[in-house]
Protein backbone atom coordinates (compact mmCIF):
# COMPACT_ATOMS: atom_id res chain seq x y z
CA UNK A 1 0.00 0.00 0.00
CA UNK A 2 1.32 3.31 -0.60
CA UNK A 3 1.52 6.26 2.00
CA UNK A 4 1.92 9.65 0.91
CA UNK A 5 5.17 11.42 2.46
CA UNK A 6 2.87 13.95 4.18
CA UNK A 7 1.70 11.31 6.79
CA UNK A 8 5.43 10.13 7.48
CA UNK A 9 6.60 14.26 8.33
CA UNK A 10 6.82 14.66 12.31
CA UNK A 11 4.69 16.10 13.92
CA UNK A 12 5.75 19.83 15.40
CA UNK A 13 3.96 22.07 17.75
CA UNK A 14 2.81 25.45 15.40
CA UNK A 15 5.30 27.76 16.98
CA UNK A 16 8.55 25.30 16.79
CA UNK A 17 10.64 25.24 13.86
CA UNK A 18 11.09 21.39 12.78
CA UNK A 19 14.84 21.92 13.34
CA UNK A 20 14.37 23.73 17.11
CA UNK A 21 16.46 21.74 19.16
CA UNK A 22 14.57 19.60 22.14
CA UNK A 23 14.13 21.62 25.64
CA UNK A 24 16.33 20.25 28.21
CA UNK A 25 17.08 20.75 31.88
CA UNK A 26 19.72 23.67 32.85
CA UNK A 27 22.99 21.70 33.95
CA UNK A 28 23.55 25.01 36.09
CA UNK A 29 20.24 24.39 37.85
CA UNK A 30 21.11 20.78 38.52
CA UNK A 31 24.27 21.22 39.77
CA UNK A 32 22.54 24.33 42.01
CA UNK A 33 20.05 21.82 43.49
CA UNK A 34 22.85 19.00 43.86
CA UNK A 35 24.72 21.34 45.85
CA UNK A 36 21.95 22.84 47.66
CA UNK A 37 21.00 19.12 49.08
CA UNK A 38 24.49 18.65 49.79
CA UNK A 39 24.39 22.36 52.02
CA UNK A 40 21.86 21.17 53.84
CA UNK A 41 23.49 17.80 55.09
CA UNK A 42 26.74 19.26 55.52
CA UNK A 43 25.36 22.72 57.35
CA UNK A 44 25.57 21.55 60.92
CA UNK A 45 29.60 20.85 60.63
CA UNK A 46 29.22 24.43 58.88
CA UNK A 47 30.65 23.18 55.71
CA UNK A 48 27.04 23.52 53.94
CA UNK A 49 28.30 27.54 54.04
CA UNK A 50 30.47 27.04 50.88
CA UNK A 51 27.94 24.59 48.93
CA UNK A 52 25.38 26.64 49.73
CA UNK A 53 27.07 29.89 48.56
CA UNK A 54 28.32 28.39 45.67
CA UNK A 55 24.78 26.60 44.94
CA UNK A 56 22.99 30.61 45.19
CA UNK A 57 25.46 31.51 42.43
CA UNK A 58 24.73 28.76 40.10
CA UNK A 59 21.13 28.85 40.71
CA UNK A 60 21.36 33.28 39.84
CA UNK A 61 23.35 32.12 36.34
CA UNK A 62 20.74 28.93 35.78
CA UNK A 63 17.70 31.14 36.18
CA UNK A 64 18.94 33.64 33.52
CA UNK A 65 19.91 31.30 30.95
CA UNK A 66 16.43 29.68 31.17
CA UNK A 67 15.03 33.39 31.19
CA UNK A 68 17.39 34.14 28.17
CA UNK A 69 16.75 30.71 26.19
CA UNK A 70 13.35 31.71 24.94
CA UNK A 71 11.55 28.16 25.96
CA UNK A 72 14.92 25.70 25.19
CA UNK A 73 15.84 25.13 28.55
CA UNK A 74 14.04 24.07 31.53
CA UNK A 75 14.55 23.99 35.71
CA UNK A 76 12.81 27.86 35.92
CA UNK A 77 10.23 26.04 38.57
CA UNK A 78 12.95 24.39 40.44
CA UNK A 79 14.47 27.79 41.38
CA UNK A 80 12.69 28.84 44.26
CA UNK A 81 12.67 25.47 45.86
CA UNK A 82 16.45 25.52 45.25
CA UNK A 83 17.20 29.46 47.07
CA UNK A 84 14.89 28.09 50.05
CA UNK A 85 17.03 25.00 50.58
CA UNK A 86 20.65 26.90 49.96
CA UNK A 87 19.62 29.66 52.53
CA UNK A 88 18.26 27.30 55.15
CA UNK A 89 21.83 25.76 54.99
CA UNK A 90 23.34 29.29 55.23
CA UNK A 91 21.59 29.58 58.13
CA UNK A 92 22.14 26.93 60.09
CA UNK A 93 25.93 26.80 59.25
CA UNK A 94 25.97 30.60 61.09
CA UNK A 95 23.77 29.13 63.88
CA UNK A 96 26.52 25.81 63.92
CA UNK A 97 28.98 28.49 63.77
CA UNK A 98 28.20 30.91 65.84
CA UNK A 99 27.53 28.09 68.94
CA UNK A 100 31.22 26.92 67.97
CA UNK A 101 32.81 30.31 68.89
CA UNK A 102 30.53 30.47 72.16
CA UNK A 103 31.37 27.25 73.27
CA UNK A 104 35.55 28.23 72.59
CA UNK A 105 35.17 31.36 74.35
CA UNK A 106 33.21 30.16 77.42
CA UNK A 107 36.04 27.28 77.82
CA UNK A 108 38.84 29.56 77.58
CA UNK A 109 37.27 31.91 79.89
CA UNK A 110 36.64 29.30 82.37
CA UNK A 111 40.13 27.73 82.02
CA UNK A 112 41.67 31.17 82.83
CA UNK A 113 38.97 31.58 86.28
CA UNK A 114 39.51 28.00 87.35
CA UNK A 115 43.87 28.35 87.34
CA UNK A 116 43.09 31.75 89.35
CA UNK A 117 44.35 34.04 86.80
CA UNK A 118 47.09 36.41 87.81
CA UNK A 119 48.09 38.77 85.65
CA UNK A 120 50.12 41.15 87.80
CA UNK A 121 53.34 40.97 89.59
CA UNK A 122 54.60 38.42 92.65
CA UNK A 123 51.90 38.77 95.59
CA UNK A 124 51.66 36.73 98.81
Known sequence: MYESPVSQAPSVSPGRHPND???VLNTKILAA???SMIAVV????????FAATVALQLVRQGEKD???SDGFMLGGGRVAR????AKLALGVSTIAAVFAVC?????LLQSL???GASFGGDTV
Open 21 to 23: PEP
Open 33 to 35: QSL
Open 42 to 49: LSPLVGGF
Open 66 to 68: VRD
Open 82 to 85: IRRR
Open 103 to 107: VVVLW
Open 113 to 115: LSE
